[in-house]
C-alpha cells in the first residue's frame, strides 16, 4: 500500500510541479500569445487520466490475458499427477514464507524453460511455468525459478511497473499533444479546430517518446530482476538460484530469446541493453555470487 501511495503521490506531485514551471517560465502566456489557447492544467489531468486508466485496465486484465495468450492451463484441486501435487505444495510454501496469499498454479506448452508472474494483486496472483522448464530443469532449480516468481509477487512488481508505467504514459500523451499543438497553430498556422498536422504530429510524437520512455522501463525491470533473484535466494538458497541461471545461461545465450515472457535475459551490446528487459545472465549470477 505505501509503494501505491509514494507512486501516486510522486505523480501528482510531478504533475503540480510541471505546472508551476510552465507558469513560471510563462510558457502559457507564450502559447496563447501565438493563439495557442492551450489549457495546460486542464491537459495534465486528461494525460493522467489516459495514462494510468490504460495502464491500470492492462493490470487489471493480466491474469486473464497472459491465461488465453499463453494457453495456461491452472491446476486445478485435486492435482492430477505427482509434478502438479509437487508444484502446488511448493508454491504454498514459498508463498507462506513470503507472506502473500496461494497464487494460481499453471502450465503452459512451451519447448523452452520458462516462468512468469502475474495480476493484480499480490494475494491472488498467478504464477505458471513452461513444460519445457519442467523437462528440462532439476527440482532444485525449479525451486530456486518459482522462488524468483514469488518474490515478485511479494514485491509487488506487477502493480509498481503498472503505475511506472502510467505515470510515463501520461508524460508521453501530454508532451506529445503540446508538440501536435504547437506544429499545428505556429507552423501549419492553422486557426479553427485541430487540424489533421495536429493527430499526425501527435501521434508520431507520442510513437517517438514511447520508445523513449521504454528506455525507462526496461532499466525499472531490470533493476526488479536482481531483487527477484535475492528474494529467490532466500527462499531456495543461493546455490540453487544460481544453478537455475546457469541452465538457464547453457539453453539461452547462444540464440535469441524467443519471446517477452522470457524469465532471464542475454548479453548483448550497450545499446541493446537499454531495451532489454532483463539483465544479462553474468551479471545476475555475479550478484548473487556477491550477495550478503
Known sequence: MMRIFLFLATNVAIMVVISIVF????????????????????????????????????LALSKWTAKQTMGVQVIEQPPQT??????LALVAKQAQQA??????????????????????NKNSALVAVSTGLLQRMNKDEIEAVIGHEITHVANGDMVTMALMQGVLNTFVY?????????????????EREHGIGYFITQMVAQIALGFLASILVMWFSRYREFKADAGGANLAGRGKMISALRALQREYEPQDLPGQLEVFGINGSNAQKLFMSHPPLEERIEALQNMR
Open 23 to 58: 507558469s513560471l517560465l510563462g510558457l502559457t502566456g507564450t502559447l496563447d500569445a501565438q493563439g495557442i489557447n492551450l489549457d495546460l492544467n486542464a491537459l495534465l489531468i486528461v494525460s493522467a487520466v489516459i495514462g494510468m486508466t490504460g495502464s491500470f485496465i492492462s
Open 82 to 87: 505427482q509434478t502438479e501435487q509437487w508444484l
Open 99 to 120: 507472506g502473500i496469499g496461494m497464487p494460481e498454479v499453471g502450465v503452459f506448452e512451451a519447448p523452452e524453460a520458462n516462468a512468469f508472474a502475474t495480476g493484480m
Open 174 to 190: 501530454f508532451f506529445a499533444s503540446i508538440i501536435g499543438h504547437v506544429v499545428d497553430r505556429v507552423i501549419l498556422q492553422n
